[in-house]
């Protein structure tokens, strides 16, 4: 069995609206967070900035949290800006809901795959794994890692997933034997 990886290149874009030029990209630039005490509660936000004008904006983390209410590590992670935490953070479903922004994840990965070796034994099994949740569509990716059309791609995979929506989970597919692999 073949392994195949998506992985991340970059951070994706949002597709967030900009209050100043109404542009619908911003970039996390380099990743900061602003933590604000008010008492014994927090606010914790992730720094954004619109890719047309340059303005910043805030997207919450934390709203009023207590202080004790924080994990001292991801607390100091906040201050640190640890750039995990800044990638956790914006690939959160949660918080991008919340927010009101979407991940643009176009040019933000890539598909590592191994050489396939055409004396190995047909059927082909191949096995693709996410490192971060990229949606993509599966006959788009299969298309890529074997340099198939699309087309080919439907009449020579079988899988136990629609190869047209959209996926961000792993899977397995096998590929059946052709007239020639390109």
């Known amino acids: 069995m073949l392994p195949w990886i998506v992985r991340r290149t970059r951070l994706p874009l949002l597709s967030l609206r900009c209050v100043d030029c109404r542009s619908e990209s911003a970039t996390t630039g380099e990743g900061r967070f602003r933590v604000n005490a008010n008492g014994k509660l927090l606010d914790v936000w992730l720094l954004v900035r619109c890719v047309s004008c340059n303005r910043t904006s805030k997207l919450t983390v934390h709203e009023r949290a207590s202080v004790r209410s924080f994990d001292p590590v991801l607390l100091d992670g906040y201050h640190a800006n640890d750039p995990e935490l800044v990638a956790a953070t914006l690939l959160d479903p949660l918080l991008a809901r919340r927010n009101r922004y979407a991940l643009d994840w176009q040019g933000a990965w890539h598909l590592d795959t191994p050489p396939a070796q055409l004396d190995e034994a047909w059927p082909l099994q191949v096995k693709v794994d996410f490192e971060d949740p990229v949606p993509v569509r599966p006959e788009r990716l299969i298309a890529q ?14 899988c136990d997933i629609s190869l047209r929506r959209p996926t961000s989970a792993g ?12």
């Open 145 to 158: 890692g074997l340099r198939l059309s699309r087309n080919e791609v439907l009449r020579r995979i079988k």
């Open 171 to 182: 899977f397995t597919f096998v590929v059946m034997m052709g007239d020639s692999m390109n």
